[in-house]
């Protein structure tokens, strides 16, 4: 496959894209800013793990130096770890970094355009973004993402900082087909209910290969969103996470916190307001996300279902 010259896959995951194994993208925003050290060195490194237990080579996404950076060393996820400086890179910004020789840790957007191109078809991540609460227009950049890029993304639904209803209606409108992996409704990220329905209740990796395949068969070019609800023994009250969100939130209103810095914030707030149950939902959400990727990573790799 032939790749832009500013693109390195690294042999591991260049290895397996050719032999046809099973490889599953990972981003790296949350290591640089949605989690605290040391534990987004190590959630990050046990994502990996989780992974190649399951046979399938984990390729994390960064850019360093402007080079895009298809399977990360520990070392680089180290640096984008504790360096200082490290921008936040979603589609908009990858020309900037990669033409300006920048540090850049990926977003969903911008993990999901370099991974595609990589021919990588599987995505495992924590929460997507989407519409803002109060700012209807405020909408991530990861929603036309997944409107635009076939590939299968892994989460826990969108960040429940957002406004929930109005990014699950944004999905609908935008084909995005929300497919709950053993939920009949989509997470609210720290807790496993929103209330708000998903598209098809889902029960196995071939099921959710089998609708992926035949959605993009139809012409279609937006990911599948596979939706799984956090681990019950880590998951937050929804009263309890609402009112921790409403407060964070009131206090990022109140510094004047916008654009970029707001979730990397208002994640800040609910660890601090939670005592620690917000970090605790946050990681074994992610590792759970991670289990559920992996075999469907397995499945899609074996070819036509």
């Given amino acids: 496959m032939s790749v832009p010259?500013?693109?390195?896959?690294?042999?591991?995951?260049?290895?397996?894209?050719?032999a046809g194994s099973p490889v599953a993208a990972l981003e790296s925003t949350v290591i640089a800013h949605g989690l605290p050290h040391p534990h987004n060195i190590e959630l990050a490194l046990d994502m990996e793990r989780i992974l190649r237990g399951y046979g399938v080579t984990p390729a994390t996404v960064g850019v360093l130096d402007g080079r895009v950076c298809i399977?990360?060393?520990?070392?680089e996820i180290e640096h984008l770890a504790t360096a200082p400086g490290i921008r936040k890179l979603s589609r908009r910004d990858m020309a900037i970094a990669i033409a300006q020789g920048l540090d850049g840790a990926t977003t969903v957007a911008g993990t999901l355009l370099l991974a595609h191109l990589a021919g990588i078809r599987v995505f495992c991540t924590g929460g997507i973004g989407g519409v803002h609460r109060s700012h209807p227009h405020d909408v991530s950049g990861d929603l036309p993402a997944l409107a635009e890029t076939p590939m299968i993304v892994v989460c826990a639904g969108a960040k429940a900082i957002l406004d929930l209803p109005a990014t699950r209606e944004w999905l609908e409108t935008h084909a995005v087909p929300v497919l709950g992996y053993d939920t009949d409704e989509f997470p609210a990220f720290f807790t496993p209910r929103s209330g708000l329905p998903v598209d098809s209740v889902v029960y196995s990796a071939e099921e959710v290969v089998r609708i992926a395949l035949r959605h993009w068969e139809t012409g279609l070019r937006s990911a599948v969103l596979v939706v799984v609800p956090p681990p019950a023994e880590e998951a937050l009250d929804?009263?309890?996470a609402e009112e921790a969100?409403?407060?964070?939130?009131?206090e990022a209103e109140e510094r004047r916190v916008h654009g970029w810095?707001?979730?990397p914030f208002v994640l800040d707030q609910l660890v601090e307001i939670t005592a620690g149950a917000s970090l605790r939902a946050n990681l074994?959400?992610?590792r759970r996300n991670a289990h559920v990727a992996a075999q469907i990573a397995k499945?899609?790799?074996r070819g036509r279902t």
């Fill in 71 to 75: 399977g990360l060393t520990p070392a």
């Fill in 299 to 301: 499945q899609i790799s």
């Fill in 261 to 263: 810095e707001l979730t």
């Fill in 284 to 286: 074994a959400l992610l």
């Fill in 5 to 18: 010259p500013w693109m390195e896959i690294r042999a591991p995951v260049q290895e397996a894209l050719a």
């Fill in 245 to 250: 969100v409403a407060q964070a939130l009131a």
């Fill in 238 to 240: 929804p009263v309890v």
